[in-house]
Nanobody
Framework: QVQLVESGGGLVQAGGSLRVSCAASGNIVEVNTMGWYRQAPGKQRELVASITRAGSTNYSNSVKGRFTISRDNAKNTVHLQINSLKPEDTGVYYC??????????????WGKGTLVTVSS
């Protein structure tokens, strides 16, 4: 089992920056890819960024150039740096972990989420 705990959400003005973090514990060795999903009010959860154990990253088109995902395997943490925030970035950000290289093939563990609210 793997436990994921997010932190760093909050209220930010449009144009500002924020970093959300995910601390993983438990049987970390089984995890390959970590990712951040976002669920805006009234919308489905969507993948915004992912990073493999080797450090390969992927971003959704809507966040490319503004979001940066990073991973510290020694500390079992994953961070998401969010710059140039827009009101449409508002939502609950969930940390996710997968045993697979392609995270879209299946999530094995979810965090409980951290709320990011962007005011205009």
């Amino acid at each position: 089992q793997v436990q994921l705990v997010e932190s760093g959400g909050g209220l930010v003005q449009a144009g500002g920056s924020l970093r959300v973090s995910c601390a993983a514990s438990g049987n970390i060795v089984e995890v390959n890819t970590m990712g951040w999903y976002r669920q805006a009010p009234g919308k489905q959860r969507e993948l915004v960024a992912s990073i493999t154990r080797a450090g390969s990253t992927n971003y959704s088109n809507s966040v490319k150039g503004r979001f940066t995902i990073s991973r510290d395997n020694a500390k079992n943490t994953v961070h998401l740096q969010i710059n140039s925030l827009k009101p449409e970035d508002t939502g609950v950000y969930y940390c996710a972990a997968s045993r697979r290289v392609l995270i879209v093939l299946g999530i094995d563990y979810w965090g409980k989420g951290t709320l990011v609210t962007v005011s205009s």
